[in-house]
């Protein structure tokens, strides 16, 4: 494929520098909110290895590939990819699955590397069924149709294993086998403990009456390469007659006695390799086959095939199935375009891949204006305008897709550079597309500029003839390549500032930069230590800043313009750089594509920060920002497909003590988005201050941040308040009953009088309004008042009193003035009372007023 060999020359440096064997793809815990969500409802277009169809439930279908399990609940209408071991750093390689006969949810998925796995939820979560199993290569699971507890699977290297409690524990059933190698086991579903096998070594097929316990070899009449048996087939309705197929030889083996013996057909497949074989469960003459050249279908028990590919938009099909409870419709995986159906028994197909297929996806661009986001595949162009919900192919369908631009001026105009096969353009916003530029025809163009000032000018990046330039928007081209030392071109970026300043990334030579518009280049790879630049992005608000990614060499930034360059890869896990993207409304912040996921820096960060949750293939090839809501990242990958992530910034908010914050914790925030922070204090408190990212802030009781860009804090200081007893006035006058505490009106027992001069006055009210409290003690004629720490007792016709136990005269001057009992009120001298408990009395002869004053604390 032409995929394979563009990929090359990455391979073999990616293998150079890490010494692996092969690339990793590597899966994610569940997905989150805020995790990268797969956008494709379509199916992995290479290396399908089972297909399968729920007995009880034919809307319920399964798919194993390479690169992990694929489930429909609509009749193979939309895909969804599930995780079956989020814990293991590679994706689940399926090799084989098994659906119950009794609940469509219930389903076995044998692995490579990993053993068995079973669902009871469709897919959704998975258990691992590897008790007594000695090998995890697992190649074909065979449930009892009568017993869902009985389960045989087989091995690549410890053959055949049984288990009689739903997979809980397996034991080895192996007597008799002249493998150990198992491609295939069938269950009789008229007899289950009649078990047939093909095991690999060109060991044939080999037959088991007793539930496994005992096989025997039944290759009478298989001879040669007909031993290589790729599949089986049961007749349902005779359950004596049996199919088997070969793999590279093409040939078709028939049994009329249980397997006893076999003789081939006379149908002879030229240069066929046979994959699956089916029989129709409701007229066993009808046989179908998956061949390496489309679907074969016979309606005469095998004598004749007619091949059924009309409308297969790829014959090298894999994998065959029918519904079980219609016969007319038919299955058929594809090894390169995914799936296809049928409902008129193969007459026709229909694609069953909707949307965007599992393509490599090798460039994304993006309309500023109305978000429209274009994605460049192996297979054509597709483009969304729902941010990836739904696909629609806009041409170029047989092409491999390397470089997308669109005119900055006119989002109408739309170029496409191709694999070796030519350069395009749309004049109508990728509706219909031209061919154009008869100079690049035979180059891999991997990058499309268009001059920001001048529409007419292009600049393409070709691999392996270096820079070409155009002036008439395409239509002629002519290669700028003086001073190059390496004509392997693959990034260009244009000064938004000063469009003759070019900068181009190349294969071996580091960055090479024009101040003419091309004329000639300069190499700037002064502190570069890796020269295989393969992504180029300048900082449109401040083009003196550059970025370069490399491939093993990480990322290198340049703060003037490439005169110098400096490595930036703090954090970076993997330093294979695919492509690299800056915010368009921080481009400080930036995110890249690697082979190991994708990595991003906050405004102004210095250290990379991986976001791979949610990636089922972190072999990233190129990502890009939404233009109208940067908080969106898309990303194309080699094997998973089209992903979307909602980047997002954490404000950690302080725990208060004293109030309330809402939100509170950890808080998640789109990134350039905004939150609204509201505090409430406490009873007994208030707001102090706020603190956000250090800076302190009045006490608002609402806090709103706007743009936010980095991580953050932010924290709220309550305050305890400290009460303070306010000042007290109680304003009292001789003959009047009625006083004021404050100037709210109160009632005495007796108006106060005034004897010897002094005032006098039933005390009980005055004391409690100052928050005291007061005791008559009957037989010794005793009065005790006390307010805070103060304690006074007075006694009936006593002229001293003690306070606080201490004795002291009520009037020194006047020895007349005591406690008396008027009119049955004791009555009090207010000044003694009143002075000692810390107040202050006035007096207005006038109005005849006693003012007394509480002081506060």
Not at 435 to 441: A, D, H, Q, S
Request: glycine content about 10%.
């Amino acid at each position: 494929m032409e995929l394979v060999k563009k990929v090359l020359v990455f391979v073999i440096l990616f293998l150079l520098v890490t010494g692996s064997s092969g690339f990793l793809i590597h899966t994610s815990v569940e997905a989150g909110k805020y995790d990268w969500a797969p956008f494709n409802s379509g199916l992995p277009s290479l290396n399908h290895s089972s297909l399968a169809i729920s007995p009880v439930e034919p809307k319920m279908m399964y798919i194993g590939t390479r690169i992990g399990l694929f489930v429909s609940t609509d009749a193979g209408e939309t895909w969804w990819s599930r995780v079956i071991d989020p814990n293991q750093g590679e994706t689940t390689q399926v090799k084989c699955i098994a659906v119950s006969f009794t609940d469509s949810r219930i389903a076995y998925v044998g692995t490579y590397g990993r053993g068995i796995y079973m669902t009871g939820d469709g897919g959704l979560s998975w258990n691992e069924l590897n008790n007594g199993l000695t090998s995890k290569d697992i190649e074909t699971i065979a449930i009892d149709p009568q017993n869902p507890k009985v389960i045989y699977t087989g091995t690549y290297g410890a053959g055949i294993f049984k288990s009689t409690n739903g997979g809980a524990s397996f034991v080895p059933k192996n007597t008799g086998l002249a493998e150990t190698k198992i491609k295939k086991i069938v269950i009789d579903s008229q007899d289950p403990n009649l078990l047939y096998t093909a095991l690999y070594g060109n060991a044939g097929l080999f037959k088991s009456e007793d539930g496994g316990n005992n096989w025997k070899a039944i290759n009478i009449g298989i001879t040669g390469v007909n031993r290589d048996i790729s599949n089986i087939a049961i007749d349902n309705l005779d359950n004596g007659i049996l199919f088997a197929t070969t793999e590279s030889s093409g040939r078709i083996l028939k049994s009329l006695d249980y397997g006893e013996t076999w003789k081939e057909l006379a149908y002879k497949f030229s240069d066929t390799w046979i994959y699956d074989i089916l029989i129709d469960y409701k007229s066993s003459g009808t046989i179908y086959l998956a061949t390496n050249k489309g679907v074969y279908k016979s309606e005469d028990k095998g004598v004749t095939f007619k091949i059924k590919n009309s409308q297969l938009g790829d014959v090298y099909v894999r994998n065959l199935a029918i519904n079980p409870k219609d016969n007319l419709i038919l299955y058929a995986s594809t090894y390169s375009n995914g799936l296809y159906k049928t409902v008129n028994a193969g007459d026709t197909w229909t694609a069953k891949s909707t949307g965007l297929p599992f393509y490599a996806i090798f460039c994304i661009q993006i309309n500023p204006k109305t978000s429209e986001a274009f994605v460049g595949t192996e297979k054509g162009i597709y483009s969304t305008k729902d941010f990836g919900k739904t696909f629609i192919l806009k041409g170029l369908s047989d092409l491999d897709i390397e470089s997308i631009a669109i005119d900055p001026k006119d989002y109408n105009y739309i170029y496409a550079g191709t694999y070796y096969k030519g350069f395009y353009l749309s004049e109508d916003g990728g509706t219909t597309w031209k061919k154009i530029g008869n100079e690049l025809e035979d180059k891999s163009i991997l990058d499309v500029e268009v001059d920001p000032t001048d529409y007419r000018v292009i600049y393409a990046a070709t691999y392996p003839d270096g820079i070409f330039k155009s002036q008439d928007m395409g239509n002629t081209w002519k290669a700028i390549n003086y001073g190059l030392k390496t004509k392997y071109a693959w990034a260009i970026e244009i000064d938004p500032t000063n469009s003759k300043i070019l900068y181009l990334g190349t294969d071996g030579g580091g960055v090479y930069k024009s101040t003419n518009g091309g004329d000639s280049w300069n190499a700037i790879n002064k502190g570069l230590t890796n020269y295989d630049v393969v992504t180029l992005r300048i900082n449109p608000k401040d083009p003196k800043i550059l970025y370069a990614g490399t491939l093993g060499g990480g990322i290198f930034k340049s703060g003037d313009s490439g005169e110098n360059w400096q490595e930036f890869s703090k954090g970076l896990e993997n330093k294979f750089v695919w492509d690299v993207r800056l915010n368009p409304t921080y481009p400080n912040s930036v995110a890249i594509a690697t082979e190991g996921g994708v990595f991003f820096v906050e405004n102004y960060g210095t250290t990379w920060e991986k976001m791979n949750d949610g990636l089922t293939d972190t072999f990233v090839n190129t990502i890009a920002f939404e233009p109208n809501n940067i908080s969106f990242i898309y990303a194309g990958t080699y094997e998973g497909g089209f992903f979307r992530k909602q980047i997002t910034r954490t404000i950690n908010v302080s725990p208060a003590e004293g109030g309330t914050v809402t939100p509170s914790g950890a808080v998640e925030v789109p990134f350039g988005g905004e939150v609204t922070f509201t505090m409430k204090p406490n009873e007994g408190y208030v707001i102090k201050e706020l603190v956000f990212a250090g800076k302190k802030y009045p006490a608002y009781t609402s806090f709103k941040i706007t743009q936010i860009a980095v991580n953050n804090t932010f924290q709220t200081i309550f305050e305890k308040i400290q009460v303070q007893k306010k000042e007290i006035v109680i304003i009292l006058q001789i003959g009047n009953k009625n006083f004021t505490v404050d100037g709210v009106q109160k009632e005495l027992d007796s108006p106060p009088i005034i004897k010897n001069g002094r005032t006098l006055l039933p005390i009980r009210a005055i004391i409690e309004s100052l928050g005291g409290s007061i005791d008559w003690e009957a037989t010794e004629k005793k009065v005790s008042i006390t307010l805070g720490e103060t304690k006074i007792e007075l006694w009936i016709g006593r002229s001293t009193a003690k306070v606080n136990g201490v004795e002291k005269p009520i009037d020194s001057a006047n020895p007349n003035v005591v406690p008396e009992i008027i009119s049955g009120r004791t009555m009090l001298p207010v000044r003694f009372v009143t002075e000692n408990l810390g107040a202050e009395v006035g007096w207005d002869g006038d109005t005849k007023t006693v003012t007394i004053t509480y002081p506060a604390e």
